[in-house]
T-cell receptor, first 115, second 111 residues
């Protein structure tokens, strides 16, 4: 009954190939985010969405693009994968409003290796 | 200097000990989150705070907005509490819920 799922969970690819990671949430959350997690850097925001077709860049957006055609889906695309994009990618969603607990939900992560 | 600083970076405890993890931040915020990440696992939201204190089971989170400081306490720690604990702040306003994260505190609780 996971509220947010990521696919694929693991992927190995070669430098220069395009890669798309998918995030699907069933929480009807308005806000969605893509982060990468690397040793020594913690979680860093790549792109985020504040509604269908409304997206913006985070702090490490170079080499990445996103799309959100439906509330439930947020896609992250690496246009031409590089070894520096080897990382664990987390998707998250958040409902509008700050009341209550568990306002933020994370996916299980996608481990990407670029050879 | 990072906007969000956690201390300690590593913490080792014996089962049953009281544990405190600290988070200091340098920007104005609307809310602060505490997250938990088990080794090789996903990330779970523990608390979201904008003032005062919250308690859930053996976990207690406090925040002092004036001092820009938050603490996460674990009472009667257990080996299953071993995880990375991450503090994250939300600047609010038109930030659309974007979070700035601390580096995390690695907690190991020995039996």
């Amino acid at each position: 009954d996971a509220g947010i799922t990521q696919s694929p969970r693991h992927k190995v690819t070669e430098t220069g190939t395009p890669v798309t990671l998918r995030c699907h949430q069933t929480e009807n959350h308005r806000y969605m985010y893509w982060y990468r997690q690397d040793p020594g850097h913690g979680l860093r925001l790549i792109h985020y969405s504040y509604g269908v077709k409304d997206t913006d860049k985070g702090e490490v957006s170079d080499g990445y693009s996103v799309s959100r055609s439906k509330t439930e889906d947020f896609l992250l695309t690496l246009e031409s994968a590089t070894s520096s994009q080897t990382s664990v990618y987390f998707c998250a969603s958040r409902r509008q409003g700050d009341s209550g607990a568990n306002v933020l939900t994370f996916g299980a992560g996608s481990r990407l290796t670029v050879l | 200097k990072n906007e969000v600083e956690q201390s300690p970076q590593n913490l080792t405890a014996q089962e049953g000990e009281f544990i405190t993890i600290n988070c200091s931040y340098s920007v104005g915020i609307s809310a602060l989150h505490w997250l938990q990440q088990h080794p090789g696992g996903g990330i779970v939201s523990l608390f979201m705070l904008s003032s005062g204190k919250k308690k859930h089971g053996r976990l207690i989170a406090t925040i002092n907005i004036q001092e820009k400081h938050s603490s996460l306490h674990i009472t009667a720690s257990h080996p299953r509490d071993s995880a990375v604990y991450i503090c994250a702040v939300d600047a609010g306003g038109t930030s659309y819920g974007k979070l700035t994260f601390g580096q995390g505190t690695i907690l190991t609780v020995h039996p």
